[in-house]
Structure formats: structure tokens, C-alpha cells
């Protein structure tokens, strides 16, 4: 079990998933459902799962993590749209939902994200770059279908960074309708 596939769902329960089971750590409660393991949680082994000031320094596959290569993704409601820059920002290749044979209102589907995703990670590994970073925009419907896509190609996904926009100072509303 790697280190980044434990994800806390209940912090009274002290409830994790793994992959496609649940593990409940070992409580003074020994309440366990059917199909799920008791494991002893480690406090120490949580700190790796966030980041701290000697993240930038560290190492991912013989890679330092600022020299990481990015994979953002842009899911708008119409379409999903990929591309992999170098940790300087220079393009190198770029693929969407469009591009994948899905057209008009298909294109904004999570399915097409996935599929999309899983064509540009088999093209991310043919260039042989194996660990990368996740940079993803907007609030469309296929931002989870994408990151499940890239997850499916095998590819070692080291952080995932949502920088969708935020306006704080949205538009006027439209001005009420006279009778």
C-alpha cells in the first residue's frame, strides 16, 4: 500500500480508503464491517501526505519536485482541454475532449475527459516522462473524469493543485423586469 492512497473520510471513526477497500484504524471500538481491515495508523506517516517547507527539495523518481513536469487541465462546462509543460511552463503537447471524436455538448462529459485523459497520459509515457504534477481550472464536469483518466495510464501523479479563479467581484445582476 503506498503512502498516497490513504485518504481520511471520517475524522471521529479515524476512517481511511484504500484503493477499492475501507481500513479503520485500530480504536478502542473493534467495530468492522464486512470487507474492510484494521490496520494501526501511525501519526508520523500522515505528515509525508502535505506538504511542509522541505517540499520543493525533495525527490520523486530521481526528479527534484520543482523540476517536476505539469499536466493542467482545463474543464470548462463545453469542453476539457490538457496539456503538459515542462516545470518552466514551455508547452509540449496538448490534447482535448474535441480532439478525442467527441463533439458539441458530448465534449463537456466526464466520459469524454476520461477518454481524452487516457489517450494524452499513453502519449505523456511514450515521451517517458513517468511523475508529474496536476494543475486544474475551472468547474466543469469533467475535472474528475480527467484526474481518474491519468490515474488509469499508470502515470505517478505527486500533487494535484486546483487553481480555479475566484471573482470576487462578480457581475451586476440583471436589472428586474416592469410590469
Known sequence: MNVRDIHLT??????FRSGFSKIRANTKKKVIMEGEKTIDFIDTKSKLLFPNVSTPYQFFDGIQ???????????????????LTDFKGLGIILHSAGLEGFKNTRKGTNIAAQQAAITFGTRVLNRGIKTVKLRIQGIGPGRMGAIKGLQLTELNIVSITDDTRV???PPRPRKQKRI
Open 65 to 83: 519536485y520543482n523540476e517536476l513536469h505539469i499536466i493542467n487541465i482545463k474543464s470548462s462546462p463545453n469542453n476539457t482541454i490538457m496539456s
Open 167 to 169: 471573482s470576487w467581484n
Open 10 to 15: 471520517s475524522n471521529t471513526m479515524k476512517e
